[in-house]
C-alpha cells in the first residue's frame, strides 16, 4: 500500500493551504517521509490547529503503520523541484496562510469526502439508490424530480402522508433515474448534532474528527434525505444554518462549509411536524415552529390510484416469478381501498397500505395460497380488526374460502388460514 501511496502523492495537486503546511513541515526539519503523528502535531500546534489536518491523518492511504504517515510531498518541496508558492518566510506567515479562511474550498471539500467515503469503502456509486424495476410513478413524483433538477438553495422539501404510501421511495426513485446521489438519514429521538455533523471518533488509537453525513452531503452536492424527522428532538436545531442555506460551522474544528451545487434537504414524515393525537405514530413529536418554517415545500402524499396500484402490484408478481393474476391484484386494491375509505370515516383505527399490499403478494409467491398469504399480512392487527378485515376479504374474493369448508373458514378468521398441504407447517417449495 505504501508505495501505491507514495507514487499517487504529487505536490502540485495539493491546494495552497496543503502546501503551505508542507512547508511548515519542511521549515521544521521534516524532510522525509514517513511522519509520526506527534511531529505532525507538533506543527499543527505551531501553525495554531489543534490537529493535524485530516486531508492527512484521515487518508488511510496515507497510513504507514501506527502513528505514523506517508507524506513524500515534504522530500519534494524540500529538494526544491517543484516550488512552494508564496513560501512562508515566519512561522506567523505560514498560520496566516493555513488558518485565514477556515472556508473549506470545493476541491478540499471534495477530496475530504472522497476521503470518508474511502474509509467506510464506498464510492459515488453507492450514494445513487438502485432503480427498483417494479416501481410505479405517481402522485408527486414529477413535482420532486422537477424540484431536484432546479436545485435552488434553500428549497427543503417535507414530505408527508400516511404509512406505506411510498413516500420514502418516491424520494429515492427520483434520485436514481436523474442518477442524483442521495444520502439517507433515519431520524430518531436520539438523533443529534454528532450523528448529523460528525465528532471526533477512536480509530486506530487515535482520536480523529470524523465528518457525518449532513457535511457529505454538503460537499458533495447531494440530496439529504431525513427520513422519519418528526421523529426528532430539538437537537435537529443543528441544521437550522444548513436549511437556511448558509452551510454550517464546524465550531470542534474551527472550519464552514458551504454547500456544493445540487445540495438539497428533503424530510420524510407520517405527520406535519404538529405531533400526532391519533395515536397510531407514537414517538412523533411536536417540532419548534422556527424549524418547520425553513421547510418551504409540503408535498401531501396519499396512496396510489387503483389502476396504478394494481399495475404496481402486477408489477411485483412479475418481479417475483408469479404469473400474471389481474383479478387477484384488483381484489386487493379493491380490499384496500375500501380499509382506507373505512378508516378516514372514523369507522376503523387501521387500514391496509400499499407496502401490506405488496406483502400479500410477496408471502403468495412463498407460500402460493392466497388465504394464508392474507392472514399471515393482517395478523399484526388486534383480533377484532384482523377479523374484520378477513371478513371484507372474503366477500370481496369469493374463491377465499370455499363456502363447503366452514372449518377452515373458521381458522381463517381466527388468523390460522389452512394450508392446502395436510401440514399446514409445510413450506410449498
Same mark, same amino acid.
Given at each position: 500500500?505504501?508505495?501505491?501511496?507514495?507514487?499517487?502523492?504529487?505536490?502540485a495537486?495539493?491546494?495552497?493551504?496543503?502546501?503551505?503546511?508542507?512547508?511548515?513541515?519542511?521549515?521544521?526539519?521534516?524532510?522525509?517521509?514517513?511522519?509520526?503523528?506527534?511531529?505532525?502535531?507538533?506543527?499543527?500546534?505551531?501553525?495554531?490547529?489543534?490537529?493535524?489536518? /485530516? !486531508?492527512?491523518?484521515?487518508?488511510?492511504?496515507?497510513?504507514?503503520?501506527?502513528?505514523?504517515?506517508?507524506?513524500?510531498?515534504?522530500?519534494? *518541496?524540500? *529538494?526544491?523541484?517543484?516550488?512552494?508558492?508564496?513560501?512562508?518566510?515566519?512561522?506567523?506567515?505560514?498560520?496566516?496562510?493555513?488558518?485565514?479562511?477556515?472556508?473549506?474550498?470545493?476541491?478540499?471539500?471534495?477530496?475530504?469526502?472522497?476521503?470518508?467515503?474511502?474509509?467506510?469503502?464506498?464510492?459515488?456509486?453507492?450514494?445513487?439508490? *438502485?432503480?427498483?424495476?417494479?416501481?410505479?410513478?405517481?402522485?408527486?413524483?414529477?413535482?420532486?424530480?422537477?424540484?431536484?433538477k432546479?436545485?435552488?438553495?434553500?428549497?427543503?422539501? !417535507?414530505?408527508?402522508?400516511?404509512?406505506?404510501?411510498?413516500?420514502?421511495?418516491?424520494?429515492?426513485?427520483?434520485?436514481?433515474?436523474?442518477?442524483?446521489?442521495c444520502?439517507?438519514?433515519?431520524?430518531?429521538n436520539?438523533?443529534?448534532?454528532? +450523528?448529523?455533523?460528525?465528532?471526533?471518533?477512536?480509530?486506530?488509537?487515535?482520536?480523529?474528527?470524523? +465528518?457525518?453525513?449532513?457535511?457529505?452531503?454538503?460537499?458533495?452536492?447531494?440530496?439529504?434525505?431525513?427520513?422519519?424527522?418528526?421523529?426528532g428532538t430539538?437537537?435537529?436545531?443543528?441544521?437550522?444554518?444548513?436549511?437556511?442555506?448558509?452551510?454550517?460551522?464546524?465550531?470542534?474544528?474551527?472550519?464552514?462549509?458551504?454547500?456544493?451545487?445540487?445540495?438539497?434537504?428533503?424530510?420524510?414524515?407520517?405527520?406535519?411536524?404538529? =405531533?400526532?393525537?391519533?395515536?397510531?405514530?407514537?414517538?412523533?413529536?411536536?417540532?419548534?415552529? /422556527?424549524?418547520?418554517?425553513?421547510?418551504?415545500?409540503?408535498?401531501?402524499?396519499?396512496?396510489?390510484?387503483?389502476?396504478?396500484?394494481?399495475?404496481?402490484?402486477?408489477?411485483?408478481?412479475?418481479?417475483?416469478?408469479l404469473?400474471? +393474476?389481474?383479478?387477484?391484484a384488483?381484489?386487493?386494491?379493491? !380490499?384496500?381501498?375500501?380499509?382506507?375509505?373505512?378508516?378516514?370515516?372514523?369507522?376503523?383505527?387501521?387500514?391496509?397500505?400499499?407496502?401490506?399490499?405488496?406483502?400479500?403478494?410477496?408471502?403468495? =409467491?412463498?407460500?402460493?395460497?392466497?388465504?394464508?398469504?392474507?392472514?399471515?399480512?393482517?395478523?399484526?392487527? +388486534?383480533?377484532?380488526?384482523?377479523? /374484520?378485515?378477513?371478513?371484507? !376479504?372474503?366477500?370481496?374474493?369469493?374463491?377465499?374460502?370455499?363456502?363447503?369448508?366452514?372449518?377452515?373458514?373458521?381458522?381463517?378468521?381466527?388468523?390460522?388460514?389452512?394450508?392446502k398441504?395436510?401440514?399446514?407447517n409445510?413450506?410449498?417449495?
Open positions: 500500500m505504501a508505495k501505491s501511496a507514495t507514487n499517487s502523492f504529487v505536490l495537486n495539493l491546494t495552497r493551504k496543503q502546501k503551505a503546511f508542507v512547508a511548515a513541515l519542511v521549515k521544521a526539519g521534516i524532510t522525509s517521509s514517513p511522519v509520526s503523528r506527534s511531529a505532525l502535531l507538533s506543527v499543527s500546534e505551531d501553525l495554531g490547529m489543534a490537529y493535524p489536518p /485530516a !486531508w492527512i491523518a484521515q487518508d488511510k492511504n496515507r497510513r504507514a503503520g501506527r502513528g505514523e504517515y506517508l507524506v513524500p510531498e515534504v522530500a519534494e *518541496s524540500g *529538494s526544491g523541484s517543484t516550488p512552494i508558492a508564496t513560501a512562508p518566510k515566519a512561522k506567523a506567515t505560514v498560520a496566516a496562510a493555513v488558518n485565514a479562511a477556515p472556508v473549506v474550498g470545493a476541491t478540499e471539500a471534495v477530496a475530504h469526502a472522497s476521503t470518508l467515503l474511502a474509509a467506510t469503502g464506498g464510492d459515488r456509486a453507492d450514494l445513487i439508490p *438502485s432503480v427498483v424495476n417494479e416501481y410505479v410513478p405517481f402522485g408527486n413524483f414529477k413535482d420532486l424530480e422537477c424540484i431536484i432546479a436545485a435552488l438553495p434553500k428549497t427543503n422539501v !417535507w414530505v408527508t402522508g400516511l404509512t406505506g404510501n411510498g413516500k420514502t421511495m418516491m424520494v429515492e426513485q427520483v434520485c436514481a433515474k436523474m442518477k442524483r446521489e444520502i439517507r438519514v433515519q431520524i430518531t436520539l438523533t443529534d448534532e454528532d +450523528d448529523l455533523i460528525g465528532g471526533f471518533r477512536l480509530v486506530n488509537g487515535e482520536t480523529v474528527w470524523q +465528518d457525518g453525513p449532513v457535511i457529505l452531503a454538503l460537499t458533495r452536492g447531494s440530496v439529504l434525505l431525513l427520513d422519519e424527522i418528526d421523529y430539538s437537537k435537529l436545531s443543528c441544521l437550522q444554518s444548513v436549511l437556511e442555506g448558509n452551510g454550517v460551522y464546524i465550531k470542534q474544528t474551527n472550519r464552514r462549509v458551504h454547500a456544493a451545487k445540487g445540495f438539497l434537504v428533503i424530510a420524510t414524515a407520517n405527520t406535519k411536524g404538529q =405531533g400526532d393525537t391519533s395515536g397510531k405514530y407514537v414517538g412523533t413529536n411536536g417540532m419548534n415552529e /422556527a424549524f418547520l418554517e425553513r421547510f418551504g415545500v409540503t408535498l401531501e402524499q396519499s396512496y396510489a390510484p387503483a389502476a396504478t396500484e394494481r399495475k404496481i402490484l402486477e408489477k411485483k408478481m412479475a418481479a417475483i416469478g404469473a400474471a +393474476d389481474a383479478a387477484f384488483a381484489n386487493l386494491v379493491q !380490499w384496500a381501498d375500501t380499509t382506507r375509505k373505512t378508516y378516514e370515516a372514523g369507522g376503523s383505527d387501521s387500514l391496509i397500505s400499499t407496502r401490506r399490499l405488496v406483502n400479500v403478494v410477496e408471502l403468495y =409467491g412463498i407460500f402460493k395460497d392466497k388465504a394464508k398469504a392474507v392472514t399471515l399480512a393482517i395478523a399484526r392487527f +388486534d383480533r377484532e380488526t384482523k377479523e /374484520a378485515f378477513w371478513n371484507l !376479504w372474503t366477500k370481496i374474493d369469493a374463491e377465499a374460502i370455499p363456502a363447503a369448508d366452514p372449518k377452515a373458514a373458521a381458522a381463517a378468521a381466527a388468523g390460522t388460514a389452512s394450508s398441504s395436510n401440514d399446514p409445510a413450506c410449498p417449495f
